[in-house]
């Protein structure tokens, strides 16, 4: 119950292209829905992030979709530039007195000039 | 500095050996973790410290002691690992309670000879 399912494993999108990536959750306690990017060499850092009270989320070139009745959210990477190429994690959150995230097992992205 | 600072880089160690990971967040970020990271499987949390307050031990071997002298500084102290740690070791921090961004560092690359 705890788990995030995430696929697919690795996408190849041209350049300009639109990159998504799928995550499902089964746990309704998850209240928090972060995606991290992660370039080689360096940890994940967050790139955007949802609630459940909302079902969209944009943020320049990057969208979180959230449907929170099919418990699944996805990562939409508009006009997809070469420097987005990464490995992309989504996660899920909940509060226990801390932070709690459960990752999902990661996307590599490469986008092709 | 900013953010997350985790030292050393790279860390190759002998199984009989006894070393120690250290990071440093200068977020004034009141929790920090400690998380694995293995090629394609999730990020694993290891040990969480809220307040310098171990908080979770997500049933990790005692070969892996944290210590939390206060809000700013984590260690990881290994001792007698095992071939199987090998593996990308990443501190993060956030400011509790959430929900919340995790702020990672950029890892510990550790390798069991």
């Known amino acids: 119950q705890q788990q995030v399912k995430q696929s697919p494993q690795s996408l190849i999108v041209q350049k300009g292209g639109i990159s998504i990536i799928n995550c499902a959750y089964e746990?309704?306690?998850?209240?928090?829905f972060p995606w991290y990017q992660q370039f080689p060499g360096k940890g994940p850092a967050l790139l955007i992030a949802?609630?459940?009270?909302?079902s969209e989320k944009k943020e320049g070139r990057f969208t979180i979709s959230f449907n929170k009745s099919a418990k699944q959210f996805s990562l939409h990477i508009m006009d997809s530039q070469p420097g987005d190429s990464a490995t992309y994690f989504c996660?899920?959150?909940?509060?226990?007195?801390?932070?709690?995230?459960?990752f999902g097992t990661g996307t590599r992205l490469l986008v092709s000039p | 500095e900013t953010g997350v600072t985790q030292t050393p880089r790279h860390l190759v160690m002998g199984m009989t050996n006894k070393k120690s990971l250290k990071c440093e967040q200068h977020?004034?970020?009141?929790?920090m973790y400690w998380y694995k990271q293995s090629a394609k499987k999730p990020l694993e949390l290891m040990f969480v410290?809220?307040?310098?307050?171990?908080?979770e031990n997500n049933s990790v071997p005692s070969r892996f002691s944290p210590e939390c002298p206060n809000s700013s500084h984590l260690f990881l102290h290994l001792h007698t690992l095992q071939p199987e740690d090998s593996a990308l070791y990443l501190c993060?921090?956030?400011?509790?309670?959430?929900?919340?961004?995790?702020?990672f560092g950029d890892g510990t690359r550790l390798s069991i000879l």
């Open positions: 993060a921090s956030s400011q509790d309670p959430g929900p919340g961004p995790q702020h």
């Open positions: 746990n309704t306690a998850f209240d928090y």
């Open positions: 949802i609630r459940p009270d909302v």
């Open positions: 996660a899920a959150g909940w509060n226990t007195g801390f932070q709690k995230l459960v």
């Open positions: 977020l004034g970020h009141n929790a």
């Open positions: 410290y809220n307040f310098k307050e171990q908080t």
